[in-house]
Nanobody, 127 residues
């Protein structure tokens, strides 16, 4: 099984940028589709972005399209989320997640499909 560790969260002013990283260990990283999710206080965990095993397919929740970019480097066992033009509504704990899949080009958007999760990293956007 793969283990995931997020980093890169912090406090930023509205309009600023942050880059989150997720480092994987334990099993072949390229066997996993990856996703980023977030959970704000009092709210359910929601999908943010997903990327296929080969990095060729990505998808985003509408609220972050044009502002966030998901990427991965299978040679470094990392997945990243570049977040630009941050808004106070983006404040949440951000989690990376992984799911083993046989499909190299499929991005997986469903929270319950993922079975490996990191511990989360806090992102706070001040107005």
């Amino acid at each position: 099984q793969v283990q995931l560790v997020e980093s890169g969260g912090g406090l930023v002013q509205a309009g600023g940028s942050l880059r989150l990283s997720c480092t994987a260990s334990g099993r072949t990283f390229s066997d996993y589709a990856m996703g980023w999710f977030r959970q704000a206080p009092g709210k359910e965990r929601e999908f943010v972005a997903a990327i296929s095993r080969n990095g060729g397919t990505t998808d985003y929740v509408d609220s972050v399209k044009g502002r966030f970019t998901i990427s991965r480097d299978n040679t470094k066992n990392t997945a990243s989320l570049q977040m630009n033009s941050l808004e106070p509504e983006d404040t949440a704990i951000y989690y990376c997640a992984a799911v083993l899949t046989v499909f190299p080009s499929r991005a997986i958007l469903t929270t319950r499909a993922y079975d490996r999760w990191g511990q989360g990293t806090q992102v706070t956007v001040s107005s």
